[in-house]
C-alpha cells in the first residue's frame, strides 16, 4: 500500500495555489463582441492576454473548465531554455544560421520568464536552482559532453559534466553513469505562477470565464462569430491557447497535436535530513532516457515531487502512480516505505518535429505544441502571439516559418503508442 492516509488524487500545486471558480456568469453576460477572445486559460492563453488587454484591445479569455485547469498547473516546475531538438538535429535540417536563431528562442524565452517574474513581482517561489541532467550510460555523457561543447557562441550557455566520482554532490543515488549541470534553468510553483499572472491579467482589463467550451468558430466578415456553451458573440480575433486540451472541434490544429499523459507524484512530509541528502542543491531534475522521469524537491524542501511519462494507456492518476513510484525507487532506493500523498496526470502536446509552432491559420492565431516542457516557451510564445494580434514587429519570431505538419493517424491510436512505449523502454535496458 504505497498510498499516505491523506492521499489526494489532485496536483500537490493545489494546495497553496487552489484552483477556483470564478463568479458565474450568465449567458446574457456574455459581451456581444470582443477585439480579442482567447481560448485557454493556461500559461500560453494568459500571457497573450495580457499584451492584448495592455494595448487597450478588450479581451476576452474562456476555459471549457476551471481556471488553469490543464498543464499550467499540474506541470513539474521546472523552468529551462526548453528547446528540444539539438543544435546538431537543427543544423541539419534548417542550417547554421536558421539553428542558432532558433535556439535563441529558447534563451530569450527563459530570458523573458525570470524578466515577467521579477518585473511583476509575482510570487512563486521562483529559484535559479540549475538542472541536473543524470545520464544513464557513458555513450550519452559523452555526446552530451560533445554537443554542449559543440554549441555556436552565440548561443552557448553555462554547463559542465558531473563525473560519477562527483555525482554524490550533487544527488544522494548512484543510479546515474554521471550527470551535466545546467546552472542557468530554475524552479517555481506552477500554481502560483498560475495564479499570480491571472490576477495580472484581471489588473490589465481583460476579462476571464470559466466553464465555457467554445464548441464552434464561425468566419465572418468582422472575424469570427463564436459558439460556446454559454451563448454565442463576435470576436475580431481569435487566439487558439489548448495545446495538449486541443480537441476536434479546432480540426487542423488538434491533427497536429498529439496529446501525451505525463504524470506525477508528491510523497509524504519526509525529514530534512532525507531530503538534504536526495537533492543536496534543490536542483531541478531530469535525465536521458526517451521515455524520461523529472524531479525535484517541493519547494518547502519538504517532498520528492517525481514526475514522468508513464505509457500511453493509463488515463488517470491512480493508474500510473504504481509506474512512477517502481522509477523513483531505482533512483532512490532509500525512499522504500515512503508513502504517496498527491498524484495527478495533465496531457502535454507532441509535434511531429519536437517543435513548439505559433502562427496564424484561417484566421486563427495559435500558439502550442511545447512537447512537455512550456513553462517558459507557452509563457513566451503566449507573450509573442499577443504581439502577432496586436500586429507588432515584436510578435516576429523564429519559428514562424516552421510547417506545422499533422501527425499520421495510427499515431492517434493508443494501443500503438502504448506498444511503442513499452518498446523504447525496453530498448533503453540494452542501448
Ligand atoms: C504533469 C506535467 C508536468 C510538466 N512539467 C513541466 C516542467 O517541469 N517544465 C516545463 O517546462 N513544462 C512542463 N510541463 C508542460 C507545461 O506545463 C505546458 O507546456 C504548459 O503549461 C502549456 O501551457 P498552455 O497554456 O499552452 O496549455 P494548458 O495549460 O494545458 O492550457 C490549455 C487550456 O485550454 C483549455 N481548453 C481546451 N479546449 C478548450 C475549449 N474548447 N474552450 C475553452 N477552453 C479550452 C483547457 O481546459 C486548458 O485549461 C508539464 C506538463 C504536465 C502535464
Known amino acids: 500500500m504505497i498510498y499516505a492516509n491523506d492521499y489526494q488524487d489532485c496536483p500537490y500545486w493545489w494546495e497553496a495555489a487552489p484552483r477556483q471558480q470564478l463568479p458565474s456568469v450568465a449567458e446574457s453576460d456574455l459581451p456581444k463582441m470582443v477585439d480579442v477572445l482567447i481560448i485557454g486559460s493556461g500559461y500560453t492563453g494568459l500571457n497573450a492576454a495580457l499584451q492584448t488587454a495592455r494595448a487597450g484591445r478588450s479581451t476576452l479569455v474562456l476555459e471549457k473548465d476551471l481556471v488553469g485547469h490543464g498543464c499550467s498547473s499540474r506541470n513539474g516546475g521546472q523552468a529551462g531554455t526548453s528547446f528540444k531538438p539539438s543544435i546538431s538535429k537543427l543544423e541539419k535540417k534548417f542550417g547554421r544560421d536558421s539553428a542558432i536563431r532558433m535556439l535563441r528562442e529558447g534563451h530569450r524565452a527563459l530570458q523573458y520568464l525570470k524578466d515577467l517574474i521579477q518585473s511583476e513581482n509575482l510570487d512563486c517561489d521562483f529559484e535559479q536552482s540549475g538542472r541536473l541532467i543524470g545520464i544513464h550510460r557513458k555513450r550519452s555523457y559523452e555526446r552530451l559532453a560533445r554537443e554542449y561543447q559543440s554549441i555556436p557562441n552565440e548561443v552557448k550557455h553555462e554547463f559542465h559534466m558531473v563525473p560519477k566520482t562527483e555525482i554524490r554532490q550533487e544527488i544522494g543515488s548512484d543510479f546515474f553513469f554521471g550527470g551535466c549541470v545546467l546552472p542557468s534553468h530554475g524552479s517555481l510553483h506552477p500554481g502560483k505562477y498560475h495564479s499570480e499572472l491571472l490576477t495580472r491579467v484581471l489588473q490589465s482589463g481583460a476579462t476571464v470565464i470559466d466553464r465555457c467550451n467554445v464548441t464552434r468558430l464561425e468566419k465572418i466578415s468582422s472575424g469570427f462569430s463564436v459558439h460556446t456553451t454559454r451563448g454565442t458573440f463576435n470576436a475580431a480575433n481569435v487566439v487558439l491557447a489548448t495545446n495538449g486540451y486541443t480537441q476536434s472541434q479546432f480540426h487542423w490544429h488538434n491533427k497536429r497535436i498529439l496529446p501525451i ?37 517541493s519547494p518547502d524542501r519538504k517532498r520528492q515531487i517525481f514526475g514522468g511519462r508513464v505509457t500511453f494507456t493509463e488515463a488517470t492518476s491512480e493508474s500510473g502512480t504504481g509506474v512512477l513510484y517502481e522509477q523513483m525507487m531505482k533512483i532512490y532506493p532509500q525512499l522504500t516505505g515512503t508513502k504517496v500523498s498527491y498524484a495527478w496526470v495533465g496531457f502535454v502536446a507532441y509535434t511531429t518535429d519536437i517543435s513548439p509552432h505559433i502562427g496564424v491559420h484561417d484566421g486563427v492565431h495559435y500558439a502550442m505544441g511545447y512537447c512537455g516542457s512550456g513553462i517558459t516557451l507557452s509563457s513566451y510564445f503566449g507573450m509573442r502571439i499577443g504581439q502577432k494580434v496586436l500586429g507588432t514587429k515584436e510578435g516576429d519570431t523564429e519559428l514562424d516559418r516552421l510547417e506545422f505538419r499533422p501527425w499520421p493517424s495510427i499515431f492517434q491510436r493508443k494501443p500503438v503508442m502504448a506498444a511503442a512505449t513499452q518498446l523504447t523502454r525496453l530498448a533503453e535496458n540494452f542501448i
Open 261 to 297: 499523459g505525463s504524470f506525477q507524484i508528491a510523497t509524504e512530509v519526509l525529514p530534512e535530513s532525507v531530503t538534504s541528502q536526495l537533492n543536496p542543491r534543490a536542483r531541478v531534475i531530469s535525465d536521458t532516457q526517451l521515455v524520461g522521469n523529472y524531479f525535484r524537491l
